[in-house]
């Protein structure tokens, strides 16, 4: 059986299974202070929510720089765990999510955890030759300069067609 080649080709797969690791990891992490079911994913969330007091959907996504959707399933999953209710705005088109005291009531275990976890990410990244949240950064810069599509696009036209 051949190994799959480790270059370019597997970019999105090699970059899911390290986000999947990382994931997995600060999960265990907020099951070991009393947190078991919380998910990464919900921090910013709180965090915005904390600060803000309450927002909408939209706002929550623009604040933690994620789409639309993105932050609706997020919001959703934590209303299921009651982490933040849900109501209508003024605009009944807009809702508008503020925290529960269950949620209020984890911000010190969620503020200490956030400290050892960016104290971790310091360590593992001066493990690296480079630092990963900064190459991250330059990542999506360079993508939201010129999208991955349009490059794709470029080499194909300069590619020979298949089968010439």
Do not use: W
């Not at 910013?44 to 909408?56: E, F, M, Y």
């Not at 955890?113 to 493990?127: K, Q, S």
């Amino acid at each position: 059986m051949n190994a799959t080649p480790a270059g370019t080709e597997v970019l999105g797969t090699r970059l899911r299974h390290l986000l999947e690791l990382l994931d997995a990891e600060v999960t265990a992490a907020y099951a070991d202070i009393g947190l078991p079911g919380f998910r990464p994913r919900f921090t910013p969330v709180i965090r915005t929510l904390a600060a803000s007091g309450a927002a909408s959907i939209r706002e929550i996504a623009e604040a933690i720089g994620v789409t639309h959707s993105a932050a609706s399933q997020t919001v959703a999953e934590l209303v299921k765990a009651e982490l933040v209710t849900v109501a209508p705005g003024r605009d009944a088109r807009r809702r508008i999510v503020r925290l529960t005291p269950r949620a209020e009531r984890l911000l010190p275990a969620l503020d200490a955890e956030a400290a050892a976890t960016t104290a971790a990410v310091a360590a593992f990244e001066a493990e690296l030759p480079f630092p990963l949240t900064r190459l991250v950064d330059e990542a999506l810069d360079a993508l939201r300069r010129r999208p991955l599509r349009e490059r794709i696009r470029e080499e194909l036209n300069g590619a020979a067609p298949p089968g010439g």
